[in-house]
Each structure stands twice: as structure tokens, then as C-alpha cells.
């Protein structure tokens, strides 16, 4: 078997690792949580090579760049590139693996590029703009400095994201503080930032409502991944 390290921007998403090795009696997968952030990503991820891990995944949410993705859509990323234009291949074995037992699964894995970058797509027109200079499909704030220490160690990665916030739809600005170092959500961030605008209150139940989607699409990504680490 694979001896897997897991990478996560949220603590929310360790949690569903942790509950789904509970529930169908595994051991707690290794899991570094970076609270999206590239810099704790890549310290993250070379501990848990540290540690034994002989493939490390960038598991979590996304935003979506290409104009098709819906929420929920399940992003297994060919490679990974950042705002510099420095691309990593993630391992093509391992992801043919994953990718057929994700469709024997029941889950229809999605391939191409994603973004790693350093900030939030936060508009439609940012998105946009992203998807035509790069082609990728998604955007997140940890892969790449998940793919730069698998690099550096010479072992392979992945990237398993699940779309929580479509191409078309902006982001609220209680999104963009909502994430604390540790991967926790900052409520008093949140409330304080619909406090001054209110008119994002319904944009921020449209983005909890996509997130669960997203959430639920990790859900059953992850039983087949503990599967098979």
C-alpha cells in the first residue's frame, strides 16, 4: 500500500480524512493543515516526508477557473503551476491509479491544471483572467508549495480538490477572511465583515451551500483514496 501525506488548507478538511479512516476502521492518515497558505504547505508537506510519507496529495476545496465546472466537481489535477509560470507534473501512475478507482467509485475525476497562488481569485473578472493566461481549470492557495517540497525530496504528489466556488460567481468578502493560520474559521472575522456588508449575506449562504457540495464530493474522494494508502 501507498504511504500517503496529506496536505489541507482547512481543518475541516483533515476532519473528514480523520472521520473517514474512523468510520471504515483505518489508521489516522498523516495530514498537515497550512490555513492556505503556499509557505505552510511546503513546511507541511516536507514533514510529513520527514515523517515517511512516500506520496503527498494537496486534498481540499478550490475555486473554479474553467467556465463549465459546477460545485462539486472533483479536480485531479495533472500538474500544478504557480503565478511565476514554474509548473510540476504530479505522478502519473499514481493519478491513473486513483482516477480508476475514482470512476469505480462512482466519482467522475476532472484532469488538466491548477493554479496555485499565493492569493484568492476573489472576482468573476480575476477568474477569468487566470483561466485565460494559464489554462487551468482550478486555483488553490497550497498546492504549490506542496508540489515545490515533493520536488525537492524527489517523491511524487497529487492534488485532489473538490470546487466550492464556481468561475462565475464572486467571491464575499467574509470568504477572504474567514481562514485562521491553523486552518480554523475566524467567526468574529466573518460576522464583522457581513457586518459592514450586508449585502454579501446571501452570497455567503450561495458559497456555504456550494462548500458542502464540495465537501460531500471529498467525502467520497477520501474513502478511495485511505483505501488505497
Known amino acids: 500500500m501507498t504511504t500517503f501525506g496529506f496536505v489541507t488548507g482547512l481543518r475541516a478538511e483533515t476532519k473528514i480524512l480523520?472521520?473517514?479512516?474512523?468510520?471504515?476502521?483505518?489508521?489516522?492518515?498523516?495530514?498537515?493543515c497550512a490555513g492556505a497558505h503556499a509557505g505552510r504547505a511546503q513546511d507541511g508537506a516536507a514533514r510529513l516526508i520527514a515523517q515517511g510519507a512516500r506520496v503527498?496529495?494537496?486534498?481540499?476545496?478550490?475555486?473554479?477557473?474553467g467556465p463549465s465546472l459546477r460545485p462539486g466537481a472533483l479536480?485531479?489535477?495533472t500538474s500544478v503551476v504557480d503565478r511565476a509560470g514554474q509548473s510540476y507534473d504530479t505522478d502519473a501512475d499514481t493519478r491513473g491509479r486513483l482516477s480508476n478507482d475514482l470512476v469505480a467509485a462512482g466519482l467522475s475525476?476532472?484532469?488538466g491544471l491548477i493554479l496555485g497562488d499565493d492569493?484568492?481569485?476573489?472576482?468573476?473578472?480575476?477568474?477569468?483572467?487566470?483561466?485565460?493566461?494559464?489554462?487551468?481549470?482550478a486555483v488553490d492557495m497550497e498546492s504549490h508549495g506542496v508540489?515545490?517540497?515533493?520536488?525537492?525530496?524527489?517523491?511524487?504528489?497529487?492534488?485532489?480538490r473538490a470546487v466550492a466556488d464556481p468561475a462565475a460567481r464572486d467571491l464575499p468578502h467574509?470568504?477572504?477572511?474567514?481562514?485562521?493560520?491553523?486552518?480554523?474559521?475566524?467567526?468574529?472575522?466573518?460576522?464583522?465583515?457581513?457586518?459592514?456588508?450586508p449585502w454579501e449575506i446571501g452570497a455567503m449562504l450561495r458559497l456555504a451551500r456550494d462548500a458542502r457540495v464540495?465537501?460531500?464530493?471529498?467525502k467520497r474522494a477520501a474513502e478511495t483514496l485511505l483505501r488505497g494508502g
Open 18 to 32: 480523520e472521520t473517514t479512516a474512523k468510520r471504515t476502521g483505518r489508521a489516522t492518515p498523516r495530514a498537515a
Open 56 to 65: 503527498i496529495v494537496s486534498f481540499g476545496l478550490c475555486g473554479g477557473l
Open 75 to 77: 479536480i485531479l489535477a
Open 109 to 111: 475525476p476532472i484532469g
Open 119 to 137: 492569493e484568492a481569485a476573489a472576482t468573476v473578472m480575476q477568474k477569468a483572467k487566470l483561466y485565460d493566461r494559464t489554462g487551468a481549470v
Open 147 to 160: 508540489a515545490l517540497a515533493a520536488h525537492e525530496a524527489g517523491i511524487p504528489f497529487l492534488v485532489v
Open 174 to 197: 467574509a470568504a477572504l477572511v474567514a481562514t485562521r493560520e491553523d486552518g480554523g474559521i475566524h467567526a468574529q472575522a466573518v460576522m464583522t465583515a457581513l457586518i459592514r456588508r
Open 214 to 218: 464540495a465537501f460531500a464530493t471529498l
